[in-house]
Nanobody
């Protein structure tokens, strides 16, 4: 079992930045790809970014490409999401997830999920 805990969310003005962190316990994250998803009120959970188990491959949703950067530190069992130039439409609960080693944009490929952290971007 893998337990994931997100942190770093908050309220920020449009154009600002936040850095989310996801820390794992229970098992090493080295076996898993990691992903970030988000869910805005009244909307379905959507894919944001994934990073392979080694960190060598990443894939971003078009909506965040060029603004968000994912990174991982397997030695610290931690994944980060640096979010720059935030927009009001980025407002959502952000979830990290651990899943299939190669990485995936599909919700069903992730076995473990955190509880989420709220990101609110004001205009």
């Amino acid at each position: 079992q893998v337990q994931l805990v997100e942190s770093g969310g908050g309220l920020v003005q449009a154009g600002g930045s936040l850095r989310l962190s996801c820390t794992a316990s229970g098992r090493t994250l080295s076996f898993y790809a990691m992903g970030w998803f988000r869910q805005a009120p009244g909307k379905e959970r959507e894919f944001v970014v994934t990073i392979s188990w080694s960190g060598s491959n990443t894939y971003y949703a078009d909506s965040v490409k060029g603004r968000f950067t994912i990174s991982r530190d397997n030695a610290k069992n931690t994944v980060h999401l640096q979010m720059n130039n935030l927009k009001p439409e980025d407002t959502a609960v952000y979830y990290c997830a651990a899943g299939t080693p190669g990485g995936s944009m599909w919700y069903s490929d992730y076995a473990y999920w955190g509880q989420g952290t709220q990101v609110t971007v004001s205009s």
